[in-house]
């Protein structure tokens, strides 16, 4: 099934409900660029998961503090931005899984109402549960990524790769040039790996045309634009609409 979801940088309650009302089938809550604490962090999953809206973090810090946090306070995934080494991958991993797959710390959580809920009463079952749960997803935005991407995809605990081809095209050393016939090869290249290794593959789109283009080419879930761009874009069409049909007024 193919999924459609957008990055949170506008922040709030009332954002985050809002966006749950549309039929979007997840959001990245984005603490690397966004203003966004642990506390709002967490405010902004509960009001996702209150509404249906699977909400993914995407973190700034990859040390094991943060990584723990975020899936303790409701993470449902984990998109690792600026990765360029399958070391750093290794030890998101390590972080983030239960054994057999990696020695994430182990603390009931909100989650599984501080191990009083039914699914939490028996530890393996739990740890594999929530090795289920919380996916790991590393961002390929890096020359360097993209050269071990073969690696990284295979590796045990990794549950896809998300595609960021801003960053990606600014490393190959075609800046935002996404008709580049470089970076459609990369991008192809990625979602051949994933497609290989069984694991979802995951593509920012900046407009509507690529969101449709990349999900026929074979991505399962597309990450469309920013709240922020399109709460611009929908009030700037609004205006202008507004102006013209004041001007069509006139003239009658």
């Not at 749950?20 to 966004?36: N, Q, S, W």
């Not at 809920?117 to 079952?125: K, Y």
Request: include cysteine.
């Amino acid at each position: 099934m193919k999924t459609i979801g957008t990055f949170f940088e506008l922040g709030g309650r009332g954002a985050m409900e809002s966006l749950a009302r549309t039929g979007l089938d997840y959001v990245i809550i984005d603490t690397e660029h966004g203003c966004f604490s642990v506390e709002s962090t967490a405010d902004s999953i509960l009001a996702a998961e209150r509404h249906g809206l699977t909400p993914y973090v995407r973190i700034g810090d990859i040390r094991r503090p943060c990584v723990l946090r975020m899936l303790d306070i409701g993470a449902r995934g984990l998109i690792i931005p600026n990765i360029r080494t399958l070391q750093q991958v290794e030890e998101v991993v390590e972080y983030a899984k239960f054994p057999p797959l990696g020695n994430r710390g182990y603390c009931p959580n909100r989650t599984c109402g501080w191990g009083a809920d039914a699914w939490a009463q028996d530890v393996e079952s739990y740890m594999a549960e929530c090795n289920r749960r919380c996916k790991v997803i590393p961002q390929c935005e890096t020359k360097e990524a993209l050269e071990q991407i073969e690696e990284i995809t295979a590796l045990p605990g990794v549950d896809g790769i998300f595609v960021g081809p801003c960053d990606l095209s600014i490393a190959l050393g075609i800046p935002l040039q996404f008709d580049s016939p470089v970076l459609a090869r990369a991008i192809e290249r990625i979602l051949a790996v994933c497609q290989n290794a069984g694991k979802e593959s995951y593509i920012f789109a900046g407009n509507m045309a690529d969101a449709v283009k990349w999900s026929r080419k074979g991505f399962d879930c597309i990450a469309y634009s920013l709240d922020a761009s399109v709460f611009i874009q929908a009030f700037s069409t609004l205006v202008d609409e507004f102006h013209r049909g004041v001007q069509d007024e006139k003239r009658k």
